[in-house]
C-alpha cells in the first residue's frame, strides 16, 4: 500500500470517492483509488439488505447490465430498482472487493424504508438510489455551464471520460468533485428535499460503525453529491432523529436482468445516461476507441448491405479528430464521431444514422442473473418454461412466427398467451405475414426489465404460469362488469389453454348473457365467442359448451336486433352499422360448427335482414349493409338491388338519408360492385347529379368518407367511367350496350387476344401448335 498517498487522502476524514453513477471515467478512477489505497472494507451507496446478494457478482453466470430489484411483499407493483452496467463505479467496486478479498456492504437507505416513502415528487427506482438523487438543480449542468459548456455530457467527457485517471496522485479527480460538490450544495442547499437529508443520515451512521469496526481503511462509494455531506460532522442524535419514525414496508430484494436502453434517459428512466453503448465502448476499449468505435459503425452499416469500406473509416476518423481539434476538445467525442459518421459513411443522412444510435450508441445488450439469484416460485417456473421452449428473452425486438401444428410452436403460443393474461406482456400478437390460417400466429417479442416487476406481481395468482394464469382468469371472470369482457376472457382462455378456468367463465358467461337485455351488448360479445370456436381445431380444445352458450346469444339477437336499429341518431347507427358486419361473419362461422339443434341461423339471419332492409324506421347506413349483405350472399338479385337502391334515391328522399343509405351500401370495399354493375353506377351518378345545392354540401362529407376508402385503381376506374358516360362509344368494335371497353356484359374477346402471345411466352409454348418449344418449353 501506498502509504503516502493513504495519509495524504486521510488528512481530513474517511477514504471518500464521489462518482457520476453509469461513469466509465468514474468506474476507471475508481479501480485506481481501491488498487492504490487497499482498503480492507468498501461501502457503497444501495440498499443495506442487498449484501446477501453481493457474492452473486461473481458467479459466472452474472452478466450486466443487471439491477437490483427491491418489491413490497404485500404489493409487489410497489418496487424501486439500482440498475449496474459493466461501466458502473458500484459494479466495478462490486467486483473487485470480491476478487480481492475485501468486504463490500450497502450503506443507503434501506428498501423497506424506500418502498413505503410516499413522495410524489419521486420515481420509483433509481441507479442513484431511488429518484436518482431527485434535485431541482442539476450539479452537471451547472458546472457545465460555469465552464462555458452547453452541454452537460460533452463537458464531462472533456473533463473526466478523455482524461487520464491521475497516476502521480489517484485522488486527484475525488477531490476536484469533492470542491465543486461542496461549492454547489453551500449556493443551492438540497433544496428542501428531505429524503436526500435523511438519506446522508443513514449513510453516516453506517459509516461511523464501519470506522469502529475497520479504523480508517475504509472507502466509501457514492454519488459525488453526497461526499460534501459525508465529510460534514453531524452529531449521532441529529442523524437518528430524522430516521426515527420511517414508514416500514416488508421488502424482498433480487438480482434481475437489465438493458442499455433502460440505462438510455430517452427510456424513461430518470437517473440514466444518453449513451449507454457508447460509455460501455468507452469502458472496455483497451486504445484508440475512436478508431474502434468508427469500425463497429462500419461493421453494423455494411451488416444492413450499406456499401462501407475501410476508406470511409479511416477518412471518418480524420474528420472526427479534425472537428475534435476545431472544438477544442482533447480527443473526439460522441458528437465527433456521429457528425463524422453522417459525412461520410452516411452520405449526410439521418436515416443509417438513426440505426447506429439505436444498436450501437444506445444498444440492445440484456444482461443475466445466475438461477442462484432469489425469485418468486413463479419467476422460477417461467425460467423452466422458457428453457423448455427455447424461447430465451432478448431486448431487441423481434418477430415469432409460429405453426401451432408443432409441438414446440404450440407450446410458446400457450406460454405467451398466458403471460399476457396474467399482465406480462413480453409479446404482443401481430398481423401474420406468411397466411391468414389459424393454425399461423405472428407475435412481436420483447423483454423490458419492468417485467420482472410484472411477475412478481401476478405470483400472488400461483406458484406456475398455468395456476396462476387460471386463477387469474377465474378472478377476472367473476369481476368483469360487461357481457363483452367475459366473452373476450372466455377467448382468451382458449388461447391460453386453461381448461379448468373455462367452466367458471362460461358459468359468468351464461349468466350474464341471460341478464343482460341490451342488444348492443349481445352483438358485441357473439364475434368474440364465435371466434373462439376455431380453437377447438387447432389446439384441441372442448368448445361444445362455448358453442351453444353462442348460438343461444345469436338466437336473442336476432330477436331484439330490428326494433334496437329503430330511431338511432348518425353516430349510433354508423356503431350498430359495425355490429351488423360482426354478427354477419360471427353467423357463418357458427353454421360451420354446426351446433345441434341451430342448424338454421343463416336463414333466420337473412329474414333479419330483409327486415332491417324493408324499415323505414331503420337508419339509411343500416338499410343500405343489409341490401348490400343479401346481395353478396345471393339472397337478393341484381334486379331487386337496383329497384331498392332507385327508391332510395328517388326525389323524395332527403339527401342526407340517401347518402346514409350509400354509404351503408357501397361502403366498405364496394367500389367493384359500382365499377362492374352499369346500372348501379347510373343510379349513384343520376342522383348525384339532381342533389340540390343547398343540399350539396350536407351530404358531401359522407359521399367523401365513403369513396376515400376505395383503393387509388377503383376510384381512377370510377372517375373513367363517369367521364365516359353510359352512351359514350369505345374505339373497340365489339364493346357492349354502354360503349366502355373492358366493362360490358360479355368478353371482350378482341381485348383478351392481345395478351394471348405474351401468354404464350411465358407458358413457353408455341403460338401456333399450343406445344412445348425452345428451353422453356424443355423445362416445364
Known amino acids: 500500500m501506498n502509504d503516502s498517498w493513504w495519509d495524504k487522502a486521510h488528512d481530513s476524514g474517511p477514504l471518500l470517492l464521489g462518482v457520476r453513477h453509469h461513469g466509465p471515467g468514474s468506474a476507471r478512477a475508481v479501480l485506481a483509488a481501491l488498487e492504490a489505497a487497499r482498503p480492507q472494507l468498501v461501502l457503497i451507496e444501495g440498499p443495506p439488505e442487498a449484501d446477501a446478494l453481493i457474492p452473486l457478482a461473481a458467479d459466472p453466470g452474472m452478466r450486466p447490465p443487471v439491477a437490483l430489484l427491491a418489491h413490497a411483499v404485500d404489493e409487489p407493483g410497489r418496487s424501486a430498482f439500482w440498475p449496474m452496467a459493466e461501466f458502473s463505479p458500484e459494479w466495478v467496486v462490486i467486483r473487485w472487493a470480491l476478487d480481492q478479498g475485501v468486504a463490500a456492504r450497502f450503506i443507503d437507505l434501506p428498501a423497506t424504508h424506500t418502498l413505503a416513502w410516499e413522495d410524489p415528487d419521486a420515481e420509483s427506482g433509481g441507479g442513484d438510489g431511488p429518484a436518482a438523487d431527485q434535485m431541482r438543480v442539476d450539479p452537471l449542468a451547472v458546472l457545465a455551464e460555469t465552464a462555458g459548456y452547453d452541454d452537460p455530457e460533452r463537458w464531462w467527457e472533456d473533463v473526466v471520460e478523455h482524461r487520464g485517471v491521475g497516476q502521480r496522485d489517484a485522488y486527484a479527480p475525488f477531490t476536484a468533485l469533492e470542491e465543486a460538490m461542496t461549492a454547489l450544495r453551500e449556493e443551492y442547499g438540497v433544496d428542501g428535499r428531505r429524503r436526500d437529508l435523511v438519506r446522508e443520515a443513514h449513510m453516516r451512521l453506517h459509516l461511523r460503525a464501519a470506522r469502529r469496526e475497520f479504523g480508517e481503511a475504509v472507502a466509501v462509494v457514492c454519488g459525488a453529491w453526497h461526499v460534501p455531506a459525508l465529510r460534514r460532522p453531524a452529531a449521532v442524535t441529529a442523524d437518528r432523529a430524522l430516521l426515527k419514525g420511517l414508514p416500514k414496508a416488508r421488502a424482498e430484494l433480487t438480482w434481475v436482468p437489465w438493458t442499455h436502453r433502460r440505462l438510455a434517459r430517452a427510456s424513461g428512466y430518470g437517473a440514466g445516461i444518453d449513451a449507454p453503448g457508447w460509455y460501455g465502448h468507452l469502458f472496455r476499449a483497451p486504445d484508440r476507441p475512436v478508431e474502434r468505435w468508427l469500425t463497429k459503425v462500419a461493421g453494423l452499416l455494411r451488416a444492413e448491405d450499406r456499401m462501407v469500406s475501410s476508406?470511409?473509416?479511416?477518412?471518418?476518423?480524420?474528420?472526427?479528430?479534425?472537428?475534435?481539434?476545431?472544438?477544442?476538445?482533447?480527443?473526439?467525442?460522441?458528437?465527433?464521431?456521429?457528425?463524422?459518421?453522417?459525412?461520410?459513411?452516411?452520405?449526410?443522412?439521418?436515416?443509417?444514422?438513426?440505426?447506429?444510435?439505436?444498436?450501437?450508441?444506445?444498444?440492445?445488450?440484456?444482461?443475466?442473473?445466475?438461477?442462484?439469484?432469489?425469485?418468486?416460485?413463479?419467476?422460477?417456473?417461467?425460467?423452466?418454461?422458457?428453457?423448455?421452449?427455447?424461447?430465451?428473452?432478448?431486448?431487441l425486438e423481434r418477430e415469432l412466427e409460429l405453426d401451432l401444428r408443432k409441438e414446440t410452436d404450440a407450446g410458446r403460443s400457450t406460454l405467451l398467451h398466458r403471460l399476457r393474461l396474467l399482465g406480462v406482456g413480453w409479446g404482443e400478437p401481430a398481423r401474420s405475414r406468411g397466411g391468414t390460417g389459424t393454425f399461423r400466429e405472428t407475435w412481436r417479442l420483447r423483454w423490458e426489465p419492468e417485467l420482472s416487476v410484472r411477475v412478481a406481481e401476478a405470483g400472488v395468482w400461483g406458484t406456475t404460469v398455468s395456476a396462476a394464469a387460471t386463477a387469474r382468469a377465474e378472478g377476472d371472470a367473476v369481476a368483469a362488469r360487461g357481457l363483452a369482457e367475459v366473452t373476450a376472457l372466455a377467448e382468451r382462455c382458449l388461447l391460453a389453454a386453461l381448461p379448468d378456468a373455462l367452466p367458471l367463465v362460461m358459468r359468468v358467461l351464461a349468466d350474464r348473457a341471460a341478464l343482460d337485455a341490451d342488444v348492443g351488448h349481445l352483438a358485441e360479445a357473439l364475434p368474440a365467442l364465435v371466434r373462439s370456436l376455431r380453437y377447438g381445431d387447432v389446439r384441441g380444445t372442448d368448445t361444445g359448451a362455448l358453442a351453444e352458450v353462442a348460438a343461444g346469444l345469436a338466437e336473442r339477437v336476432f330477436v331484439g336486433l330490428p326494433p334496437a336499429c329503430a330511431a338511432l341518431d348518425a353516430d349510433a347507427a354508423e356503431e350498430m352499422r359495425g355490429r351488423v358486419d360482426a354478427v354477419h361473419g360471427a353467423v357463418g362461422l357458427l353454421a360451420e360448427a354446426a351446433v345441434p339443434g341451430h342448424g338454421d341461423l343463416p336463414r333466420r339471419w337473412r329474414a333479419v335482414l330483409r327486415t332491417l332492409s324493408a324499415r323505414d324506421t331503420v337508419p339509411g347506413v343500416i338499410r343500405g349493409r343489409a341490401v348490400r349483405i343479401l346481395l353478396d350472399e345471393g339472397e337478393l338479385g341484381q334486379e331487386a338491388a337496383a329497384r331498392l337502391m332507385g327508391l332510395v334515391l328517388s326525389r323524395g328522399t332527403p339527401p342526407a338519408d340517401a347518402a346514409a343509405w350509400i354509404e351503408g351500401f357501397v361502403g366498405g370495399g364496394g367500389g367493384m360492385l359500382l365499377v362492374h354493375d352499369e346500372r348501379l353506377l347510373g343510379l349513384v351518378d343520376a342522383w348525384l347529379t339532381g342533389v340540390p345545392a343547398e343540399a350539396f354540401t350536407d351530404v358531401l362529407p359522407l359521399l367523401r368518407r365513403t369513396f376515400s376508402a376505395y383503393e387509388a385503381g377503383v376510384r381512377r376506374t370510377l372517375g373513367e367511367l363517369v367521364r365516359r358516360g353510359p352512351g359514350g362509344r369505345g374505339p373497340a368494335a365489339d364493346t357492349a350496350a354502354s360503349g366502355i371497353p373492358g366493362f360490358g356484359p360479355d368478353p371482350d374477346t378482341g381485348r383478351a387476344d392481345a395478351v394471348l402471345p405474351v401468354v404464350w411466352s411465358l407458358l413457353g409454348l408455341d403460338e401456333t401448335t399450343g406445344e412445348a418449344g425452345g428451353l422453356v418449353g424443355v423445362g416445364t
Do not use: F, N, W
Open 311 to 395: 476508406a470511409h473509416v479511416i477518412e471518418a476518423v480524420r474528420l472526427a479528430e479534425t472537428l475534435a481539434a476545431m472544438r477544442g476538445r482533447p480527443l473526439p467525442g460522441l458528437s465527433e464521431t456521429t457528425d463524422a459518421v453522417r459525412a461520410v459513411m452516411c452520405e449526410g443522412s439521418d436515416v443509417p444514422l438513426a440505426l447506429v444510435r439505436d444498436r450501437l450508441v444506445v444498444g440492445d445488450a440484456l444482461g443475466e442473473v445466475p438461477e442462484a439469484a432469489p425469485a418468486v416460485p413463479l419467476q422460477r417456473d417461467l425460467a423452466r418454461e422458457q428453457r423448455r421452449l427455447r424461447l430465451k428473452p432478448e431486448a
